[in-house]
Nanobody, 118 residues
Framework: QVQLVESGGGLVQAGGSLRLSCAASGSIRSIAVTGWHRQAPGKQRELVATMSSSGNTMYADSVKGRFTVSRDNAKNTVNLQMNSLKPEDTAVYYC????????????WGQGTQVTVSS
C-alpha cells in the first residue's frame, strides 16, 4: 500500500508560479513511476508529467518548458514546479503512482485545486 498526500495548490494570477508536492508513505520501494495528473471541470483527467524511479521525466506538450518535476528523496516527495501559469492550467491536480507490478496507476492522492485567474 502507498499513501499519497498532495499540497501546494491555490489561487494565482496568470503568469505566476506554484509548487505542488506529493508526499508518499507506505511501500515506497514499490513505486516505479510517480505522475502528476489534472482534471478540469467537464474534462477527462489528463497526464501532466511523470518521473520514474530512475529519474527519467516526461511532460505533456501543453506544459513543456513551463512545468518541472523533481524528487526529494529525503522527504519522499515528488514536486511539480509550475511557472508561467495560464488560465487553462486551472484544474484539480492529482498525484498518482504506478508500482512495479502494474501497468496502470495503482494509488491516487486526494487532489489539490489550482486556479489561475486571467
Amino acid at each position: 500500500q502507498v499513501q499519497l498526500v498532495e499540497s501546494g495548490g491555490g489561487l494565482v494570477q496568470a503568469g505566476g508560479s506554484l509548487r505542488l508536492s506529493c508526499a508518499a508513505s507506505g511501500s515506497i520501494r514499490s513505486i516505479a513511476v510517480t505522475g502528476w495528473h489534472r482534471q478540469a471541470p467537464g474534462k477527462q483527467r489528463e497526464l501532466v508529467a511523470t518521473m520514474s524511479s530512475s529519474g527519467n521525466t516526461m511532460y505533456a506538450d501543453s506544459v513543456k518548458g513551463r512545468f518541472t518535476v523533481s524528487r526529494d528523496n529525503a522527504k519522499n516527495t515528488v514536486n511539480l514546479q509550475m511557472n508561467s501559469l495560464k488560465p487553462e492550467d486551472t484544474a484539480v491536480y492529482y498525484c498518482g503512482v504506478r508500482t512495479w507490478s502494474s501497468r496502470v496507476v495503482d494509488y491516487w492522492g486526494q487532489g489539490t485545486q489550482v486556479t489561475v485567474s486571467s
